[in-house]
Antibody, heavy 122, light 107 residues
Framework: EVQFVESGGGVVRPGDSLRLSCAGTELSVNLFWMMWVRQSPTKGLEWVASSNPAGVEEYGESVRGRFIVSRDFGGESLSLQMNDVRDDDTAVYFC?????????????????WGTGTSVTVS | EIVLTQSPGTLSLSPGERATLTCRASQSLTNDYLAWYQQKSGQPPRLLIYDASARAAAIPDRFTGSGSGTEFTLTISRLEPEDLAVYFCQLYGGSLTFGGGTKVEIK
């Protein structure tokens, strides 16, 4: 059974950059439609970004223009480059697998979640 | 943007009782693209239900999803101590959003 492991979280200052990674333990993330979701006490669960196996990206409104999701096809990982971070980016960041179905026009539900990595902006 | 509102905020029940959790959408969903997740303390969310009523793999049949339009329900027919968790609904399809969660406490 595939599992995902996130890394790269930490404490950063406002305006800094941080790069998160997500790797699969049994299968490469590059096989799947993937999503970054974050969770904070103030905002709850929030969609951050999505990426499909072809590398097509979509972003939530609060991070668009600052965050970049990408796939490292050589290293077989999914990354989230966080630029110009703000206090309200403080959260636990999860990578999760979307279940792809042609009937779902844009987004899907998430059947496998990583354990999360914590980002604190202070 | 469709907003999902979950109620109640907290549900406190005894083992063996029935739990009914509600997720209301601010607009009617044309497709029943709604999922439910369970999140235990310190763990990531776990998929329970998708497409409003389809049970995910390995989910016990005491978890049932139902509803359509603007009102969706997750029912836990016989609460067990291990069901202590926060439960979230999620809209997907053309847009994506999560509800604020319902905390289920076991008396």
């Amino acid at each position: 059974e595939v599992q995902f492991v996130e890394s790269g979280g930490g404490v950063v200052r406002p305006g800094d950059s941080l790069r998160l990674s997500c790797a699969g333990t049994e299968l490469s993330v590059n096989l799947f439609w993937m999503m970054w979701v974050r969770q904070s006490p103030t905002k709850g669960l929030e969609w951050v970004a999505s990426s499909n196996p072809a590398g097509v990206e979509e972003y939530g409104e609060s991070v668009r223009g600052r965050f970049i999701v990408s796939r490292d096809f050589g290293g077989e990982s999914l990354s989230l480059q966080m630029n110009d971070v703000r206090d309200d980016d403080t959260a636990v960041y999860f990578c999760a697998r979307q279940v792809y179905r042609r009937s779902y026009p844009r987004h899907s539900y998430l059947d496998v979640w990583g354990t999360g990595t914590s980002v604190t902006v202070s | 943007e469709i907003v999902l509102t979950q109620s109640p905020g907290t549900l406190s029940l005894s083992p063996g009782e029935r739990a009914t959790l509600t997720c209301r959408a601010s607009q009617s969903l044309t497709n029943d693209y709604l999922a439910w997740y369970q999140q235990k303390s310190g763990q990531p969310p776990r998929l329970l239900i998708y497409d409003a009523s389809a049970r995910a793999a390995a989910i016990p049949d005491r978890f049932t999803g139902s509803g359509s339009g603007t009102e969706f329900t997750l029912t836990i027919s016989r609460l067990e101590p291990e069901d202590l968790a926060v439960y979230f609904c999620q809209l997907y399809g053309g847009s994506l959003t999560f509800g604020g969660g319902t905390k289920v406490e076991i008396k």
